[in-house]
C-alpha cells in the first residue's frame, strides 16, 4: 500500500532530526571545521544522499542549529524581563535548567555548540548578531538580579558579575557533562545559585 501525504510529511520531519540531533552533537564535540558531512550522515543513519536533500550544505545545517539555540535564549531573555519577582523567575528557568541538564543530551549539545561559536572567533555577521543577543540577555539578567536585591531576595554585589557567574556556572557544567559521561554527575541546584543569597547563619 503506497505512503500517504502525511506519512511522507512524517518521515521527512524525523529523518531531518535524526541530522540535526547527529550535527548538534558532532559541531558541538569537534566543531564546523572538523566535522564532515559524511560523519553526520552516519550518525544519523542515513545516506549522504538524503542529507544533501534536507540541507545544501554544512554550513546552512550549522547556522540553523546555531539560529536554533540561539532562540532558546532569546526566549529565556524575554522571561527575565517579565515584571514578577525577580527570585521566582530565576528559581523558574533554574529548575527547567537543571531538569534539561540532567535528562536532555540535546541541551548539553546546544550549550556546547554555543561554546563553539564563542571560541570560533570567525568574522561573520551573522553569528556576530546571533552573540549580541547573547550579550542582551547578561544585561537582562543583570537587571533582574538588581531588581531582587533592591526588594532584600538576593545578596548585595556587582549584579553584572553575578550574571556572568550564573551563565559561567550553565555553561561550565555542559561542557564538564559532555567531557566526563557518565561520571559526571549534575551539582545540587541549591549550589548552582547559592552565590545569590547570604549565607544563613546558625
Known sequence: MPRTKKQFEEMRILTREKIQTAAMYLFAKKGLAATNVQEIADAAGISIGLLYKHYKTKDALFYELVEFAFN??????????????????????????YEDLVNNEDFSNLMNLLTQVILSGKEDKKLAGLLEQDFKMFQSLSDLIRRGQELGEFRSGDSFEMAILFFSVIQGLTIFKTAFQPVFKVPAKSLMTSFLYEERKE
Do not use: F, H
Not at 72 to 97: A, F, M, T, Y
Open 72 to 97: 532558546g535564549l532569546k526566549d529565556i531573555n524575554l522571561r527575565l524581563c517579565v515584571n514578577e519577582s525577580p527570585k521566582v523567575i530565576l528559581e523558574q528557568i533554574i529548575d527547567e535548567i
